[in-house]
C-alpha cells in the first residue's frame, strides 16, 4: 500500500507523469472542464472535498513553479484568496524557490484550463476557487 498523502491512484499517476511547466488545474464544483481533459472528479457533495484539502495533498507531491488564478478570486472571495496565497507562500519556502503567480480574467483561466494535463474537481464552493499549478523541476 502506497505510504505517502495521496491514496487517489488517478490523481497520484497524473503528477507522476506531469512534465516541466505543464499545468494540473484543481477547481471548484462549478467550473466547465472540457471533454478534452482527463478529469478526476473528486467531489462528493457540496465542501466535500474542500479545494484547500485537495491542494494540500496535491502540493504535498507536486513541484509547482507557477500558480494560475482569476483576477475575480481576490474581488469575491477575499478570505478565501487570502488563504491560498498563505499556502503559496508555504509551499515557497517549503519548495526553497519563489513560485510565479500569474493572474488573470476567469474567461482567460477557462480556456488555459482546457490545456492542462488534467483538471481535478472538488466539491467547493466558494465562487473563482481554482487554480492551475504548473510543474517545476526538483533539480
Do not use: W
Not at 497520484?12 to 478534452?36: F, M, R, V, Y
Request: glycine share 6%; hydrophobic share 45%.
Amino acid at each position: 500500500m502506497k505510504k505517502l498523502r495521496l491514496l487517489n491512484p488517478q490523481l497520484s499517476g497524473i503528477i507522476a507523469s506531469l512534465g516541466h511547466g505543464q499545468g494540473l488545474t484543481i477547481c471548484d464544483c462549478g467550473l466547465p472542464i472540457s471533454k478534452q481533459v482527463e478529469t478526476v472528479d473528486l467531489a462528493l457533495t457540496r465542501g466535500t472535498p474542500s479545494f484547500m484539502e485537495t491542494l494540500d495533498v496535491v502540493l504535498s507531491e507536486q513541484q509547482v513553479e507557477e500558480v494560475v488564478m482569476a483576477a475575480e478570486l481576490a474581488e469575491v472571495s477575499p478570505e478565501f484568496h487570502q488563504a491560498l496565497m498563505a499556502r503559496i507562500a508555504r509551499l515557497e519556502e517549503e519548495q526553497g524557490n519563489r513560485i510565479n503567480v500569474v493572474v488573470v480574467s476567469h474567461t482567460e483561466f477557462k480556456a488555459l484550463s482546457d490545456q492542462s494535463v488534467a483538471v481535478v474537481r472538488t466539491g467547493e464552493c466558494t465562487p473563482y476557487a481554482n487554480v492551475i499549478l504548473r510543474s517545476g523541476v526538483v533539480f
